[in-house]
């Protein structure tokens, strides 16, 4: 038993290693780029996780709002779409977080004896382990297997669980999170990890008037600002870095024209700053480019699902039609 605890603890200490200098080699070459960037997979560690619920909850943060209100008011409807032919499937969720949206469609597949297992895959292992441990109490005869690590990575590790057909859940317009053309690519990889009868259900979130997406990035309670300055509180305590939050400013743009709404971080003085070693040098007014939340139309939606391979077959609004989630299938 030594021996295999041992093992444990080594194999432990070795993934904690790998991914303390994957994320150090990302950060170093973010910051050394022109322009600068960082990665948005890093936001979220167990404080990012935290954050973002609080943006959630915000009043100006609408699209989890939205997104609820199809998945409380059409339940039926999706759960429908998702049984389609009354084969077994399994039920993926990629970036489950704390599930709130999906846990009414579980129930309501459970009510019905739909024949599924949930597959929820999320980058971070606090998100997993809170699933795990909750979703079985909550949802008595859930069987529910839970993934850490990258989407495709767990997408290929769910194919090799089973060979039942699979439903992608892809909410929160996650998608969004990635320039078009990212985008586009991450359709076109998702279709590659899919066969024939499977399906996918995607959320996007619409444009509509600029001045309600920007202030959803600006909330007025600071947890966007907080969000985006959390990770540098995490380079500080994971990498040994010595950010100075109070020389960083949050500062959000949305562009209309191509629906892109970006946020960066802000230099407000001339500085530096020590890192894995090495020093990374900021001018006054200088930029990080934090994330994108890049918003559609309906019509471009389709065009995405097509060229990647999938056929958009259905639409479920909100009330304001602000927000869809489409339903896309491989045939």
């Known amino acids: 038993m030594k021996n295999f605890e041992n093992n444990v603890l080594t194999d432990t200490s070795v993934a904690e290693q790998e991914f303390n200098q994957q994320f150090c080699d990302d950060v170093i070459a973010g910051l050394k780029a022109v322009p600068k960037f960082l990665q948005p997979k890093y936001f979220y560690n167990s404080t990012g996780d935290e954050i973002f619920q609080q943006i959630m909850g915000s009043n100006e943060y609408y699209p989890t709002d939205c997104e609820l209100e199809i998945f409380t008011q059409q339940t039926q409807e999706l759960a429908k779409a998702m049984i389609a032919d009354g084969s077994p499937f399994d039920l993926i969720e990629l970036g489950a977080g704390d599930a709130m949206k999906s846990t009414h469609l579980l129930r309501h597949l459970l009510n019905e004896s739909a024949d599924f297992r949930y597959v929820p895959i999320d980058i971070s292992g606090h998100v997993i382990n809170y699933l795990k441990e909750t979703l079985p109490v909550t949802l008595p005869g859930l069987q529910l297997i839970g993934l850490t690590g990258e989407y495709f990575h767990m997408l290929k590790e ?26 586009q690519q991450f359709c076109i990889e998702l279709r590659n990890h899919l066969a024939k009868g499977d399906s996918v259900l995607m959320g996007v979130d619409l444009k509509k008037n600029p001045k309600t997406i920007l202030a959803a990035y600006n909330d007025a309670e600071g947890h966007t600002r907080n969000f985006n300055l959390n990770l540098l509180t995490r380079i500080n305590s994971e990498l040994g870095a010595n950010f100075d939050l109070s020389k960083f400013e949050h500062y959000p743009t949305y562009d209309p024209e191509t629906g892109a709404c970006k946020s960066y971080l802000i230099s407000l003085a001339d500085q530096q700053v020590s890192l894995c070693n090495q020093t990374v040098t900021f001018a006054k007014d200088e930029y990080i480019y934090m994330e994108i939340s890049q918003k559609y139309t309906v019509g471009q939606t389709d065009y995405m699902a097509s060229v990647s391979g999938f056929k958009p077959v259905q639409h479920f609004f909100d009330s304001k039609n602000w927000f869809v989630d489409a339903i896309w299938t491989v045939e």
Not at 169 to 182: E, Q
């Open 158 to 183: 769910a194919a090799e669980l089973s060979p039942r057909r699979k439903v992608v859940l892809f909410l929160g317009s996650n998608i969004g999170n990635m320039p078009v053309s990212d985008a």
